[in-house]
């Protein structure tokens, strides 16, 4: 069992920067692959960026590449998603989610583990 905790968003100014922590609690988090995912109102949850569970593999969804960075602190079992260069169309809840696998996974289904969410808004 995995719980998941999400922290770190809140308003900021297009263009502006916010980082989002995903801490965890439970055993082996070093065997769990980790993803971000986010819901835009009146919109379905759409996949973010990946990572595996060693941390050296990485996706990211088309429209943050080259903005967007995943990464992750094994030893403080804590996943982070540094957002630069933030437009007022990635206002959106925020969530993080885990999965028993090495191989990052873009696939929503794929994922066991779910966090609350973290409200993200970017103002124009």
């Known amino acids: 069992q995995v719980q998941l905790v999400e922290s770190g968003g809140g308003l900021v100014q297009a263009g502006g920067s916010l980082r989002l922590s995903c801490a965890a609690s439970?055993?082996?988090?070093?065997?769990?692959?980790m993803g971000w995912f986010r819901q835009a109102p009146g919109k379905e949850r759409d996949f973010v960026a990946a990572?595996?569970?060693?941390?050296?593999?990485?996706s990211y969804t088309d429209s943050v590449k080259g903005r967007f960075t995943i990464s992750r602190d094994n030893a403080k079992i804590t996943m982070y998603l540094r957002m630069n260069s933030l437009k007022p169309e990635d206002t959106a809840v925020y969530y993080c989610?885990?999965?028993?696998?090495?191989?990052?996974?873009?696939?929503?289904?794929?994922?066991?583990?779910w966090g609350q969410g973290t409200q993200v808004t970017v103002s124009s």
């Open positions: 989610a885990a999965v028993q696998r090495r191989i990052p996974s873009d696939q929503q289904g794929e994922y066991d583990y």
């Open positions: 990572i595996s569970a060693s941390g050296t593999l990485t």
């Open positions: 439970g055993r082996a988090f070093s065997n769990y692959a």
